[in-house]
């Protein structure tokens, strides 16, 4: 069952578990969160605005019409989305910004790289906790644009990998089964009434059983 975390007649939010698809693809053409969504009275037409891969958890906005859709589009690229990651290392400076291009793989069109040709990225970040013992950091990463696994790349290229990606080189140490990354937080204007909408979507028993043998905390 969907952990339905705001909804009203224009939209609403789920926090999607970790190994869900968001929308149907040729390799997943059924039971994804969408198919869940639409299975609902009244909710056959729906548009995802932003998308998560399936090993990452945590929230995900469904527009219920397509004006209101287009509208929201017009001001997603604004939007606060802030991110939720575990990564190996102590990461210092506290805060800062990672400006790096970013585009296809050439060896594996299914991974994105770091490259001159590619597009504009943006994400900032800030460290929230350090454990010493485990060697682990937890940040808080805000998305400025919204590139395919913007996130994991960026961490990645400034060698701070997030623990349990194994496309992106975080494989050690061992604490989380799958990437320690959690869409944890979106701001957005109402569609209809204007006023700031923020929702947060709370961390999933995985993630908090990996702080938990971290020794991090989430303040």
Same mark, same amino acid.
């Given at each position: 069952?969907?952990?339905?975390?705001?909804?009203?007649?224009?939209?609403?939010?789920?926090?999607?578990?970790?190994?869900?698809?968001?929308?149907?693809?040729?390799?997943?053409?059924?039971?994804?969160?969408?198919?869940?969504?639409?299975?609902?009275?009244?909710? !056959?037409?729906?548009?995802?605005?932003?998308?998560?891969?399936?090993?990452?958890?945590?929230?995900?906005?469904?527009?219920?019409?397509?004006?209101?859709?287009?509208?929201?589009?017009?001001?997603?690229?604004?939007?606060?989305?802030?991110?939720?990651?575990?990564?190996?290392?102590?990461?210092?400076?506290?805060?800062?910004?990672?400006?790096? &291009?970013?585009? %296809?793989? %050439?060896?594996?069109?299914?991974?994105?790289?770091?490259?001159?040709?590619?597009?504009?990225?943006?994400?900032?970040?800030?460290?929230?906790?350090?454990?010493?013992? !485990?060697?682990?950091?937890?940040?808080?990463?805000?998305?400025?644009?919204?590139?395919?696994?913007?996130?994991?790349?960026?961490?990645?290229?400034?060698?701070?990998?997030?623990?349990?990606?194994?496309?992106?080189?975080?494989?050690? &140490?061992?604490?989380?089964?799958?990437?320690?990354?959690?869409?944890?937080?979106?701001?957005? &204007?109402? %569609?209809?009434?204007?006023? &700031?909408?923020?929702?947060?979507? %709370?961390?999933?028993?995985?993630?908090?059983?990996?702080?938990?043998?971290?020794?991090?905390?989430?303040?």
């Amino acid at each position: 069952m969907l952990e339905i975390l705001f909804e009203d007649e224009w939209l609403v939010a789920v926090n999607k578990p970790a190994g869900l698809v968001v929308h149907p693809t040729f390799k997943n053409v059924s039971g994804t969160l969408l198919d869940a969504l639409r299975d609902r009275p009244g909710s !056959a037409g729906l548009f995802l605005l932003g998308r998560l891969d399936r090993l990452t958890s945590g929230l995900v906005l469904v527009v219920k019409d397509r004006e209101t859709y287009t509208q929201m589009q017009r001001s997603w690229g604004d939007a606060e989305k802030d991110y939720l990651a575990v990564v190996a290392g102590r990461v210092d400076p506290i805060c800062g910004e990672i400006d790096l &291009p970013l585009g %296809p793989d %050439p060896a594996d069109r299914r991974r994105r790289v770091v490259r001159p040709d590619g597009a504009p990225s943006v994400t900032r970040f800030e460290r929230l906790a350090y454990s010493e013992a !485990a060697g682990v950091s937890l940040l808080r990463c805000r998305l400025v644009t919204g590139r395919r696994h913007q996130i994991r790349v960026h961490l990645h290229a400034r060698g701070w990998p997030i623990v349990g990606d194994r496309v992106y080189g975080g494989l050690e &140490p061992p604490l989380c089964p799958r990437q320690a990354l959690h869409a944890w937080r979106a701001v957005v &204007p109402h %569609p209809a009434l204007g006023e &700031p909408l923020e929702i947060v979507a %709370p961390l999933p028993s995985d993630l908090s059983g990996c702080l938990a043998a971290a020794g991090l905390r989430l303040t």
